[in-house]
């Protein structure tokens, strides 16, 4: 049991550092290895200097829609994982992580929706006057897809995992 519950634990950490940088690193779309388009900015690689040039994204309620899920999974993530670590310690023996496990799972759909609208909305978010097929989905959209089945795992095995002493 100790170690289904120190593994459930790595998982837990493992995909809420996956969460934060799927959301907050610069590559969700990535129109050429010097210009790059992330939830909340457009960057263009000077090679003169050597530094990304950031201007913020174009508002439109797509991208809102993704922001917001991806912050939200973040966020629901990050409860769970301090409701499981204050249910550890104050839960009596024999009770379930249910508000854990739930967490998670919603951590999980919000990260799925996301992923959703951006897929089949990108054109309408990315609004460039660019061709959509010279550019290709980057690590963070890859990161934040695969956060999904992971997280819905994790939020059933806090559903089945039981206190110990």
């Known amino acids: 049991m100790v170690l289904l ?3 459930v634990t790595v998982l837990h950490l493992f995909t809420l550092a996956m ?8 590559s969700w779309w990535i129109w050429s290895d010097a210009e790059i388009t992330d939830l909340w900015s457009n960057c263009i690689h000077d090679n003169a ?5 950031c201007a913020a994204s174009n508002e439109n309620d797509w991208l809102q829609a993704v922001q917001s899920m991806m912050v939200l999974s973040v966020v629901f993530s990050s409860i769970s994982f301090l409701v499981f670590l204050g249910q550890l310690f104050t839960m009596s023996k024999g009770g379930l992580f249910y508000f854990t496990g739930l ?10 929706a996301a992923c959703l609208i951006f897929t089949f909305h990108r054109k309408k978010i990315l609004e460039n006057s660019r061709d ?22 994790s939020g059933v095995l806090y559903v ?3 206190k110990r002493q």
């Open 5 to 7: 519950l120190m593994s």
């Open 19 to 26: 969460l934060f940088i799927a959301t907050l690193e610069k």
């Open 49 to 53: 200097t050597g530094n990304w040039l």
């Open 103 to 112: 967490c998670q799972v919603f951590a999980g759909f919000t990260s799925f």
């Open 132 to 153: 959509l097929s010279i550019g290709h989905f980057g690590y963070c959209f890859i990161l934040a897809w695969s956060c999904v089945p992971l997280l819905l795992f």
């Open 160 to 162: 089945h995992l039981r």
